[in-house]
């Protein structure tokens, strides 16, 4: 048990104590339309305040009689108090302050990620020192320009213009923020305290064909700033099971055909990492049939990762192993049967939907809001035979 936890003492000892963050209202006044999508965002929303989810097992969770807010350094990092006090070694939990409820994961945080360290335990996001440099990529690459504030003159000096940020420095030269790989000290993968990776994001950024941020964070209408004017800006409500769920539909596809007496619907998964990964999710893909004037339901075929330990469940920090799933997996097509002739004439509707957390798993956090454990829709087609 000595190993882990010396390791993570020493992940939280390369945190910079002393790192402060310009306040994201900060960046609202001349970013308006971002400031506005990353409000509904869950990088907005993943402190134990406005994620429910979180709360309900960070409440149950044996770090919480310890009073060591471990989870802050991914989902809070922007609370530099809390982050200090972890680093210190002292007793740390969130508060109900403004950082944790507007900003968990600020502007600032995020785009003054300089790169990733790789560790065992979860991986570490080294920040920029520099307070007002803030990294971008230049047209989803990367340039070897860092662009300062400067006013440009033409016309032998009759026009002038202005370039770059008068409130901070744009570096262009970061390729983390070109191929996504920014994303990858959080959402790489996190070991509990026996070594088992609870959750991983198993994606190779810098090889597929697209990056998290294309899928994401794609792009919108509306200009990214009040000065420099643009057509369309990178949306920042990030696209996921919470949030703008439809526009990431786009990247799976369905297919139902008949083989033998039986039906087959593919699922083809063009994202690098599984569906439905999050250990509390639960994927499920249903079938309806209409033939003549009947309609009917086959049984549904469901999409899960049971964590546990000794062959049965049990709570993430207590799991040694897998106990139990069925996935779909990244970069590929997944198939499923059903048992079902299909007839000539016969109409196939498919959907592919989720419940957020997983109603079992939801009985024993004691989550009793309905909204999180109702199906919800992905994607649906219908097929004619
Ligand atoms: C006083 C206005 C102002 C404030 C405040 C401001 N910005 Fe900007 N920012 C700009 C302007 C103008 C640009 C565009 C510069 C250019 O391309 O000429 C810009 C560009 C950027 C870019 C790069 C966009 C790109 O791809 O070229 C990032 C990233 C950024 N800002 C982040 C932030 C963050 C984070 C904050 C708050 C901590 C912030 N900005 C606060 C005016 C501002
Ligand atoms: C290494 C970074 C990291 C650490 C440390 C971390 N998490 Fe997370 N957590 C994430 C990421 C990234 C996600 C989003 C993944 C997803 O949705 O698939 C997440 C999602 C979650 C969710 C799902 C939330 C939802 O809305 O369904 C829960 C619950 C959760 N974390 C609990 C915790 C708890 C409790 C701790 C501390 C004991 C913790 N996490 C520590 C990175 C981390
Ligand atoms: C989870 C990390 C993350 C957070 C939080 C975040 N950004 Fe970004 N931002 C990115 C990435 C990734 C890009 C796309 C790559 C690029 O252009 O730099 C981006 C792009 C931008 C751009 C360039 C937009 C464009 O259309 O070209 C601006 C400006 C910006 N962010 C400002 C902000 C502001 C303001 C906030 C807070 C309201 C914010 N960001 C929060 C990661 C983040
Ligand atoms: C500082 C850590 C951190 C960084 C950096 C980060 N994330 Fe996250 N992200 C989280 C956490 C924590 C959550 C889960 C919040 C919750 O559910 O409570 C999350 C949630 C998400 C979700 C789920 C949204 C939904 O609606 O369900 C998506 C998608 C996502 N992140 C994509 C990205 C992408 C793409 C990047 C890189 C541009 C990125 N994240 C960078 C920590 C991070
Ligand atoms: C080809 C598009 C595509 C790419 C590339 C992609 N994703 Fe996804 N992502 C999806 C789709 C579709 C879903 C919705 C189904 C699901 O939850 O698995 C999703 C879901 C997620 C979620 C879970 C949302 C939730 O609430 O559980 C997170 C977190 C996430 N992606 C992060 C990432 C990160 C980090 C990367 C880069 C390594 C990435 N994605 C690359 C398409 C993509």
């Given amino acids: 048990m000595i190993r882990p936890m010396l390791l993570l003492n020493l992940l939280f000892f390369s945190l910079s104590a002393a790192t402060t963050f310009v306040s994201s209202h900060v960046c609202a006044k001349c970013h308006p339309l971002i ?34 807010y471990q989870c802050g350094v991914c989902h809070t990092p922007s609370d530099t108090r809390l982050i200090s006090a972890l680093k210190a070694g002292k007793a740390a939990l969130p508060h109900a ?166 039906l087959i619907v593919t699922i083809e998964n063009q994202a690098d990492h599984r569906l439905f990964n999050h250990p509390l999710r639960l994927g499920r893909l249903k079938v309806e049939v209409t033939r003549g004037d009947k309609s009917f339901s086959l049984d549904p075929v469901d999409f899960y990762t049971v964590l546990g330990r000794d062959g049965k469940p049990s709570m993430p920090w207590s799991a040694t192993e897998i106990v139990k799933a069925h996935t779909i997996e990244a970069n590929g097509k997944t198939e499923v049967k059903f048992p079902f002739p299909v007839q000539k004439g016969d109409r196939v509707t498919v959907t592919l939907g989720y419940f957020i957390v997983n109603p079992k798993a939801a009985a024993k956090l004691g989550i009793t809001d309905k909204s999180l454990t109702t199906f919800k829709r992905l994607k649906s087609q219908t097929f004619a035979f």
């Fill in 97 to 262: 302050d403004a950082i944790q409820t507007n900003e968990p994961i600020g502007c600032a945080y995020c785009h003054r990620i300089q790169k990733i360290e790789e560790h065992k335990v979860h991986n570490i996001n080294v920040i920029e020192p520099e307070m007002r440099r803030y990294f971008a990529a230049k047209g989803g690459k990367t340039d070897e320009k860092t662009l300062k504030f400067h006013t440009v003159s033409s016309f032998f000096g009759l026009s002038k213009k202005t370039e770059g940020s008068p409130f901070h420095t744009i570096d262009y030269t970061n390729p983390i923020f070109a191929d996504g790989r920014l994303c990858m000290g959080c959402h790489s993968h996190k070991r509990n305290k026996l070594g088992f990776a609870v959750c991983e994001t198993k994606g190779n950024p810098t090889k597929a064909k697209k990056n998290c941020i294309q899928c994401h964070m794609p792009k919108v209408p509306g200009s990214f700033s009040t000065i420099t004017h643009t057509k369309t800006h990178t949306f920042h409500g990030f696209t996921g099971l919470h949030n703008a769920t439809e526009r990431l539909a786009q990247s799976v596809k369905l297919e139902a055909k008949p083989h033998d007496d039986r």
């Fill in 35 to 68: 400031y506005q999508e990353y409000m509904g965002s869950m990088h907005r929303k993943s402190s134990t305040l406005n994620d429910p989810v979180h709360a309900a097992v960070w409440a149950k969770h044996p770090l919480k009689a310890k009073k060591r």
